[in-house]
């Protein structure tokens, strides 16, 4: 069963303008989430987290909004740049819960376009 | 470049072969990790070694045998495989210890069974 789920695939945005990729979960034991960023022929890597003691994490463009109470969390891309054009994964630990295992969601496409 | 390197980067063999996957990471951290990337699926966690002891073995079939012979190398031996799994397998590292750690991931290697 998947405990961390994107439903959303894929995502076109025209440069300039926000992405918003979002992220579900089903475990209330998680506390620690990631956004993961891949390009075509790399490896994930890290972008932004935030803990369960906050509800909101910015680092420039991006900023990680987390809603515990809906088990939500997602992602703002301000402004999107076509180089943001990549997959996007969420992933979510629980320290008390499997403390070495990290849940990935199945990835969303964005597409910014020009 | 993560600080993560993996080889081969593209691997081809058939089924009777024996191959071995190789993982160095030079970021001074102390756990390591193999995931499997199947097409449209989330990453799925193999196995997970923290100061070169194995603590997860998340229920792979025996033809995968992980060793961490330091804990800067992992590798993953690769024998009688089926086509089934043939997908992106990505190393990754981390600190072992703290509230909160991101991981950091090789480029992958693009495994086909044959």
């Known amino acids: 069963d998947q405990q961390v789920k994107q439903n959303s695939p894929s995502l076109s945005v025209q440069e300039g303008r926000i992405s918003i990729l979002n992220c579900d979960y089903t475990?209330?034991?998680?506390?620690?989430f990631l956004w993961y960023k891949k390009y075509p022929a790399e490896g994930p890597t890290f972008l932004i987290s935030?803990?369960?003691?906050?509800d909101k994490n910015e680092d420039g463009r991006f900023t990680v909004f987390l809603n515990k109470s809906a088990k939500h969390l997602s992602l703002h891309i301000v402004p999107s740049q076509p180089g943001d054009s990549a997959v996007y994964f969420c992933?979510?630990?629980?320290?008390?819960?499997?403390?070495?295992?990290?849940?990935f969601g199945s990835g969303t496409k964005l597409n910014v376009k020009p | 470049e993560t600080g993560v390197t993996q080889t081969p980067r593209h691997l081809v063999m058939g089924m009777t072969n024996k191959k071995s996957l190789k993982c160095e990471q030079h970021?001074?951290?102390?756990?390591m990790y193999w995931y499997k990337q199947s097409a449209k699926k989330p990453l799925e966690l193999m196995f997970v070694?923290?100061?070169?002891?194995?603590?997860e073995n998340n229920s792979v079939p025996s033809r995968f045998s992980p060793e961490c012979p330091n804990s800067s190398h992992l590798f993953l031996h690769l024998h009688t495989l089926q086509p089934e799994d043939s997908a992106l397998y990505l190393c990754?590292?981390?600190?072992?210890?703290?509230?909160?750690?991101?991981?950091?991931f090789g480029p992958g290697t693009r495994l086909t069974v044959t």
């Open positions: 990754a590292s981390s600190r072992n210890a703290g509230v909160s750690y991101e991981q950091y």
């Open positions: 475990n209330s034991m998680f506390d620690y």
């Open positions: 935030i803990s369960s003691i906050k």
């Open positions: 992933a979510a630990r629980g320290r008390l819960y499997n403390f070495n295992k990290f849940y």
């Open positions: 970021l001074g951290h102390n756990a």
């Open positions: 070694y923290s100061l070169e002891e194995r603590v």
